[in-house]
Antibody
């Protein structure tokens, strides 16, 4: 079965960087892209960007361009999301999610368990 | 401020039918299909409806989706206590070249 297992919670100071990992299993890693979605406390879902696990091509939401880097390691079937220059409003649960496609429709079929990143001085 | 607009809350009694709306624009719902996600308290979201009105395996047909123009809606019939959750609509936005979500609707089963 498809599983996405994320790294543990992090506490960072403002201005620091965080790198969250997402270990994929149960499918051919390079067949599907991975998106990252975050959720601030008590708030809604926010898409941060996408990476092709095969080519490594990325598409970042404009809000995060210049501050986020998404990568994959096909040898370990792991995706990574690094967010730099952290601010207090980056405090959120960060999810990796794998897309699926049925005909022309793409949707987020599988989700990691989430990683809480707390930014506090 | 979310790109897609949902009511912040909805409620119903067991057995009732409730609907949740999602309003967008020509660059998202108007030109692409809508997916709905359910997020139970303390858990990751789960896809409920994709492609406006299709069910992933395992999702009961009490849940149904529809789309018209730049709006979509999720209907839940035969409401059950375990349906108490947050519900999010999502669509690809061609202008932003990315996924956009609604702000979420918290469903309370009275």
């Amino acid at each position: 079965q498809v599983q996405l297992v994320q790294s543990g919670a992090e506490v960072k100071k403002p201005g620091a960087s965080v790198k969250v990992s997402c270990k994929a299993s149960g499918y051919t890693f390079t067949t599907y892209g991975i998106s990252w979605v975050r959720q601030a406390p008590g708030q809604g879902l926010e898409w941060m960007g996408w990476i092709s696990a095969y080519y490594g091509h990325t598409n970042y939401a404009q809000k995060f361009q210049g501050r986020v880097t998404m990568t994959t390691d096909t040898s370990t079937t792991t995706a990574y999301m690094e967010l730099r220059n952290l601010r207090s409003d980056d405090t959120a649960v960060y999810y990796c999610t794998r897309e699926s496609q049925v005909g022309p429709t793409i949707f987020f079929a599988y989700w990691g368990q989430g990683t809480l990143v707390t930014v506090s001085s | 401020q979310s790109v897609l607009t949902q009511p912040p809350s909805a409620s119903g009694t067991p057995g009732q039918r409730v609907t949740i709306s999602c309003s967008g624009s020509s660059s998202n719902i108007g030109s692409n299909t809508v997916n709905w996600y359910q997020q139970l308290p303390g858990t990751a979201p789960k896809v409920l409806i994709f492609g406006n009105n299709q069910w992933p395996s395992g999702v009961p047909d009490r849940f149904s989706g529809s789309k018209s123009g730049t709006s979509a809606s999720l209907a839940i019939s035969g409401l059950q206590s375990e349906d108490e959750a947050d519900y999010y609509c999502a669509a690809w936005d061609v202008s932003l070249n990315g996924w956009v979500f609604g702000g979420g609707t918290k469903l309370t089963v009275l």
